[in-house]
Each structure stands twice: as C-alpha cells, then as structure tokens.
C-alpha cells in the first residue's frame, strides 16, 4: 500500500482524504458508488440540491489548468451548498513544496475545509494531506501520472450502470497507459471490484514498466485487444508526444491504434466506450464511434458530477 | 433570415435562444425590453432579486476575454438566483468547432441549463444552438462582427427610455460600422422597432459592403452624419487599425471623426450619446461628450444587467 | 494627513472607504478591531456566518495579482452573504486611471456597492474614492508601496490577542521597509494605538527616506533591532532586488538579516513573530521559527478574514 492510500482514513475508519483508489477498500468504494448513484439525475432534469455542506467551504487548489474537472468539483460543491473558491496558482520550481503548503495553510486558516488538489508533480496530494489540521480533507483531482481517483470512480459508476457486475467483465484499456494517471487509478478500481479480464493496449514505448497493472494482459494490437470485451476505455494521447521516441505520426498512430467503427466490432456487441475527454477525434477515437451508440462518454461527464458530491458529502459528513 | 434567426424559437413559439436580432419578430424585441424595464434600478438603491432561476446553472463560456460582459451576465444570473459558473478556454484553431462541442456537451452533461458564449468566429453560437440538448438555451454574448443581441438589445432599451418611441427618430452610428457586432445589431433591432431615418457614418475603409445595412443613409462625414439626429451611436475603433489600410492615425482620426462638443451640437439638442465600451477618450470620442450632460453611457450599463435578467428569465421560464 | 485619510468618512463621521491608516482615528480602529474580534473563531470550527450583506455586490478589483489576498476578501464577503465578482483587469498604462475610472463606473452601473482595488500604482484608490456614488465604498487591497489597511488592521488583531495592550510594547519590522505598504500600514496603527518603542529594520538601501517613519528608531543591525522587543515583524523581500543595488545576495541577506532561532532569543521570551506572507523560507525568516512556538503568522491570516468581514459590514452598515 502506497503511502497515500495509508493516510486516507481516519481512527474510526471514515474516509477522510481521497488521494488514491490504490489499496481503498472494496466497501469504500461501493459506498461511495452507491452514494454517487443518488446524485444521478436525467438530462434536462433538474439536478439534486443539498444543503449537506451548509456552512463548508471548499477550494479548488489547481498548479495546472483544467477547466473541465475544475467546473465538475464546483458545481458539485455548489450544488451541496458550500462556499467555493478557485485558485490558479503558479509555484515557482525551486520552492514548490514549500510554497504549496504555505498556500494551503493559508486556505487552512481562512477556514477552508476541504481542498481540492490537482498538481503536475507526484506527491504533492499525499504532502498536503500530511500537513493539514485534522479537520481539513484533501481530494486529489489528478496527480502528474499517479492517480485521479474521481476519474476512476466515475469511470466504475458508468460501468456499473451499463453492466451491473463486474467480476465477468472483460475491460481494455487502450492508448498512452505509461503516462495515464487515468489509466492506473481505473486499474485500482477495476481490480478492487472484482474484474478479472483487464487488458492493456498500447504501442510499446507507451506501455508501463513491467512492476505496473500486475495481472494484466498487454496487447500490442487493438485488435486482439479489444476482441470480446464489455469495455473499451479509449485514454487522451498527448499529440505532443506523436512522432517522437519510437512513436508513429498522428495519421499513423490512427491506423495503428484509432477505435473505429470496424474495429469495435470486434468487441462484443453491446460493448461501451468511454473516454475521460478532452477526445482527440481522429487520432485515438473516430468521431463515428465517440458519438454512436455504443459511446458512454457524456454519462462519464454526468457521473462524474455525482461521483464529486458524494465524495464530498462523504469525507465532510464523517468528520464528526 | 440567417440560420441563427431560424431557430431561436421553440414549436410552440417562445424563445428559446438569443444568437441574433435579425428576424427577431417586434413582439419578441418588445416583450423584453419591457421585462428589463422592470428589473431596472435607480442607482444607489438595491438591484431587483429573484428565485426565478433557483435550481438552474449558467456557464459563461468565453474564448475571448471581455470581463465587463461576463461580469454582467454573471451577475444577472446570480441575481435570479441561479449557480454561475465562469469558463475562459483557449481552443487550438485546427479542430475549434469539434473542441467547442466536446466543451458544449460536458457542460451539458454537468447540468448546465443555460450556455452564454463568446466567440471571435462568426458561427459558433449558432453551432452550439443547433446540437444541444432541447432543455438547454444559448445565449451570444458577442459573436465576431456579426451579432451582439443583448448589447443591441440594452441600446434599444436605453434610447426607449429617453425618447418613448422610436419610428420618428433619426439615429447614427458612428464608427467602424465594418467590424462590428454592435452595429449589426443595433441595425436589427433599430430597424424591427421602426426607426425610419437610420444613418452609417464611418471613412471608407470602415464602411460595410453595399448589401448590408440596407436602406441605411451613408454618411463620409461626422458633420453630415449627426446633423439633426435624436441619437448618436458611437463605436469602438480598434487602436491596432488606425494608421493602416488607408485609415488616417489616431489624432487625424479623432480631427475628423471624433465626437466633439462642437459636433455634439449639430445633432438635435436633446440628443443622446451612446457608447458601447470600453472607450479610446481622446479618438473616438472627446471626455467632454463622454462624461457630459447629454451621455447616457453609464446607463446603458445598467441596462445591460436587466436585458440580461430579462432574457435569461425569458428562455428558461418559457421551456416549460 | 494625507487625501486618502481625509475621504474616508461620511458627512456623519461614519467609515465609508478604507484606503490609509494614516489619520484613521483611534476610534474607528478600535471599533473595527473589536467587530473583527467577534468574527474570529477557532480553527476547525465552523466560520461566521451572517446575512449582514444580503442583497450587496462586492466587486475585487486587481490590476495586480494577489490569490490570497482576493480569496480572503472573497470568502469575507461570501460570508457576510454578499454577492462577489472577481475582476483581474490589465490596464495599458497609457491611458491608466481614464480605463480604470471607465471600469469602476461600469461596475457601479451593475449595482457594485463595494470595491475592492488593488494597483501597484500610488494614487489609484483615492483617484476610485473620490468618483464613485455617493453609496459606494472603496476598499484598498494594497495601493503601490503606500498602503495596505486590512493588513496593518489584522497585524494589530494579532497584537492585540497576544498582548492585550499596546502602549508598553515593543515592535520592530524587519526587512525592505522602503518599499513595504505593510510597514507603512503597520507603522501607523501601532502608533494610533499608542506604541511608543517602535523600531524599523534594515539595510541602508531598504531604508525609507528621512520624512517618514517618523518617531521610530533607526536599526541597520537585527540584533539591536530585536533585542528585547515583544513582537517581531518580518517583512517580505523581493528577491529581485538582492544582489542588487548595493544589496548582498539571499544567502548573506539571511546571514545578516534572516530571523533565526537564535536571533530570537534576542527578543523577550514571549515575543510573538509575523510575517504577512508568502514568505521567501532561507532568505528572510528561518523556517524553524516560521513554523515555531512564537510564530502567530498563520493567526495572521485567520485574522485576515475576521477582519475584512469586519470592515464590510462597517462601510455597508454604516450608510444608512
């Protein structure tokens, strides 16, 4: 177990941090799915509202810009009554630990008490959450290559709602899994609830270290990748990345590793598709497929809203 | 009747979106101001307060900076009630119209009920328009030269309630009628709301190509063009402009274009001045007209926070 | 006393703007320490909360950026149950105080009732106060090397909860004072409270100019600056300026001036140490004492909020 996961809980048991779903419980989990699918409402239904973080403040603490999960954490605390404030912070290098928790000492005695963090480097969800009072709770929203443990509880909600169980299922993940915190914290879930085919797709400067996704098969080919599985979890390629070390062209890498229509045939038939966005249309995913039928893609976005407030209403709501 | 004005309404007729005034029917125009005419305050007294909005979320979408529209649609919003949340996003050119979707959709998905964007392409907002879920409404806050509903919509507002009527007013807009949305949609809606004698006043290159502005008097000079007018309109010059394409440079400009005291006075006497902002004092207009007796500048501010109740009351409390 | 200070006040004698310290009476710093006072909990209860500033708008305004200090204004406010915009403006300096006076009417047009204003200019927030409506308030968040008021008010809080009364005490500020609107702030509230032993610190060229600091003792050592001194004020230095101007690089700057633990043991023994942050750890202050027993600077912050939400609802509550 990591050292995140260790410092996640509290005396009691509760869930006060989340920073990781590597080494998390399988009852933690299922709880906090279970309160998710509460929160879940129809498009063009109103969403829930709650007073459940009346009096709660939150901040979103980010080192690195993103709009989309920074707009999901907020309305997810709004939604549930709390005081919300976004930072966009730039620490400079040589200081940043530092400078990040003098940052977050600040929130602290400004009377926040849960932080939302997403930072470019390893550890610094883990530093802050080892810092902070024991009234404040930190929510990891994504860590350098780590972990981004919303993304894969929303990434399990959407699953659970199209198949209900997960111990039969066949679920490939398919794309740049070396650099995916994506990746690792679906890997974390999918193993704790119960999967046991999971498949790894990648060209091979892209596939993780061989101590990483123990027990998972890898496959070099999205064909045999993605040949009868349930899920297809297509992952965000950096285009930065294209052409470099070893890597085919944007073009090239489409007709090597793109899901496209044909190839998703090859799954089974009422196999699902998901993509943590922003997509690259035409690069790892074809258009065809990120809108068809099969695409579960705006579900993720949906459940990744609920997955945020029940995680907040949790680790609020246990403190005590 | 552009594309935008085609789908603004919904089947059983109420509107739905605001993208353009042209084609907007008078009864649409008039319906509105007079919702925005009872959200507006004197000022130093409290602004009108509403839960008409309560439970609906708002998302200003902005891939141009304008931090004074933002601020007043967000606060309109607020003040209705409703969760707002603030989106500044850079989308790389080569795929902007799919990265917009995939923006538009998770905000969709995120329940967001009511979309405002501003974009500096012409046809984004019609394009949002036309692939978003029927519950949800879009709202332009300013779309490249084309059209600028709400501005258009607070100068009308703002001239209604200096002179009662609009069919026997002259009116001129000034400026660089060209490049501007606030022209083209202070055109649309002068013309629906009857205003006969509708003057473009501008040096050539800033003209607007022969099809447009229809049965609008073309004026060369400021002296011709604000002779006897009830209202002059002036527009923003963009400073990058001046000194190029045959433009003459800012000083030149302001000698024979600039809105003087002396010129002021060749409009009628009760005249009014109007600007959009933010100002270049000293090129467009002198600070003597700007902060004078006959300015209503400030007023079109607050006018422009009640059109935006308005219409955001408007859309979602029609959708039934 | 200076334009600033002779604004402040209604026609009533009530508080309306807060820009300078500098000839605030007694009175008034009293009342707001004791109102901040009442808004100060413990860490890791929940805030205040009050609906003291219901139906009021409060803009911040920085033209300079600030995360921490926006935050604390913005959470004082939210607190109070005010509505809260946040503005990070750029304004070309050509034209500065027209496009800032152009912005602060539009703000006051949407029914701002509250500025907050932060310029790295001397001069802007008087240049604000003295135009806005008669119902409006202008608070400084920093002006320049001028001013900072609800900094020098929470350094007095802070005093003020560790030493009861001020005119026995002894008060050094330490660092860039030549430069440092907190050293200024500070340097007139300690004297308006009756400080009688107050010391500035520092290298000749951090040094203010003769005319001012007037009354306080001049050291160019930190060892006979904080030798039996109750509270010990550190300043931030910019690390721009090292190695320059005369000025030794970081490494001898903290070998001369940075506060160890045992330059401390110079002070008496329950001398409490400051620090308005972000601190440079190694340069000026040793993180040893930064985080150590003496050290109030995250009370510091607490105060921070407690006293802007004190301020607020003065200036609001006091217009009548």
Do not use: W
């Not at 600040?106 to 550890?123: C, F, K, N, W, Y």
């Amino acid at each position: 177990m990591t050292a995140g996961a260790a410092q996640q809980h509290r005396a009691n048991g509760s869930l006060r941090h989340l920073l990781t779903l590597e080494g998390l419980p399988r009852s933690d989990i299922e709880r906090l799915l279970e309160r998710a699918q509460g929160f879940v409402r129809a498009l063009g239904t109103k969403p829930p509202i709650s007073s459940a973080l009346e009096g709660v403040t939150v901040a979103n603490l980010f080192t690195e810009p993103s709009t989309r999960t920074r707009v999901s954490f907020e309305l997810a605390a709004k939604r549930l009554g709390a005081d919300v404030v976004n930072l966009e912070v730039q620490l400079s290098s040589r200081v940043k630990g530092e400078s990040m928790l003098d940052t977050v000492f600040t929130l602290q005695s400004l009377h926040v008490d849960v932080m939302v963090i997403r930072d470019p480097e390893a550890g610094v969800p883990e530093l802050v959450a080892a810092n902070v009072a024991p009234h404040v709770s930190v929510l990891s929203a994504g860590e350098a290559h780590v972990s981004h443990p919303t993304q894969g509880l929303l990434d399990a909600l959407t699953v659970r709602q199209q198949k209900k169980q997960f111990d039969r299922l066949s679920i490939a993940i398919v794309g740049d899994i070396r650099h995916s915190r994506v990746a690792r914290s679906a890997f974390h879930v999918f193993r704790t609830l119960g999967v046991q085919d999971l498949r790894i797709v990648a060209p091979e400067p892209l596939m993780p270290g061989a101590g990483e996704f123990a027990g998972c098969s890898r496959h070099k080919t999205l064909e045999s990748g993605v040949e009868g599985v349930d899920v297809v979890m297509m992952l965000r390629i950096q285009k930065e990345r294209m052409g470099q070390v070893d890597l085919p062209d944007a073009d090239r890498y489409f007709a090597m590793y793109g899901l496209t229509p044909e190839r998703l045939k090859l799954a089974r038939p009422d196999a699902i598709v998901m993509h943590p966005q922003p997509m690259n249309r035409g690069i790892e995913i074809a258009s065809d497929v990120a809108d068809g039928k099969q695409s579960v893609i705006r579900d993720q976005v949906r459940n990744g809203v609920a997955v945020r407030m029940a995680v907040l209403a949790d680790v609020v709501g246990s403190r005590g």
